[in-house]
DNA sequence: CCGGACGCCTGTCGGC
DNA sequence: TGCCGACAGGCGTCCG
């Protein structure tokens, strides 16, 4: 679910609860995530301090006077603040309980999500280390995109979307920005011009800026750490519009699947 | 190395 | 109304 607007939307609204207080314990309700959380997670994590936080690519990363705390939300996680008193739900796996009695609630109904401490720093984490450059930071460029896709046949929305290009683009940010830069999700990325590439990297840069400023999209089950929404839904031009008319020329947005994915386009407008 | 398929989970929705 | 398959915002792994 939570791409990176989501991730940068949940980072903005904890934040503020979380850095520079001091964490009184986890409690842990289920640790079946994608990776089970480490028995010894809780032990590791009381008592610390949180001293900033931060996000690479959809991972938050909490740093601690001692190692790093990575959350990832995978397809269905949400985080909440609230008091530690409050009934937790079904898929309210996780507590971070602090000693304010405010407590950080991570929930994820299909349990893809990770919670895992790693020593400093993070960066050198196994699935961490091979990620690709932050697309709203200084080393994301068509000129990048041009030199990392020279040869590869892969469809240019499968590119897009391999963390280990660019981090945080998912599959509804791919859809939005491949229409913005007018460019076919299927085409090779090896064949895609350098001039392109660059509508390329700036329509993902703008379409990420714009849902993080409107603070997500929620489909379903996405929240913001008030439980509030995101608004970026209303602004899709091809994600979920099957049928209905492309908001640049009117035409009808084609559905078809790429790399097991749905891929929402207009035949019209993207080549 | 690359590209495509698969699996991990639960919830929801549409069709019959 | 109920059941059943398809599908959903991610991503590591495996295989050819």
Known sequence: MPELPEVETSL????????????????????????????????RLAGQTIAALRRRGKYLLFDLEQGVLLLHLGMSGSLRVLPATTMPGPHDHVDLCLEDEQCLRFRDPRRFGMLQWTPSPA???????????EPLGPAFSGDYLHQRSR????????????????????????????????IHPNR???????????????????????????????LRDFVQEDGKPGYFAQSLRVYGRTEQPCPSC?????????????SFYCAVCQH
């Open 123 to 133: 960066e050198a984490h196994p699935l961490l280390r091979d990620l690709g450059p």
């Open 250 to 262: 009117g035409g009808p947005i084609r559905q078809c699947r790429i790399g097991q994915r749905s």
């Open 12 to 43: 903005r609204g904890i934040a503020p609860h979380l850095v520079g207080r001091r964490i009184a314990r986890l409690e842990v309700r289920d640790h079946r995530l994608r990776w089970p959380i480490p028995a010894d997670t809780a032990e």
């Open 151 to 182: 040869g590869r046949r892969a469809p240019i929305k499968t590119f897009i979307m391999d963390s280990h290009v660019v981090v945080g683009v998912g599959n509804i940010y791919a859809n939005e920005s491949l229409h913005l830069a007018r």
């Open 188 to 218: 090779a990325a090896g064949r895609i011009s350098r001039e392109r590439l660059d509508r390329l990297a700036g329509a993902i840069r703008s379409v990420l800026a714009d849902a993080i400023a409107q603070g997500g999209t929620s």
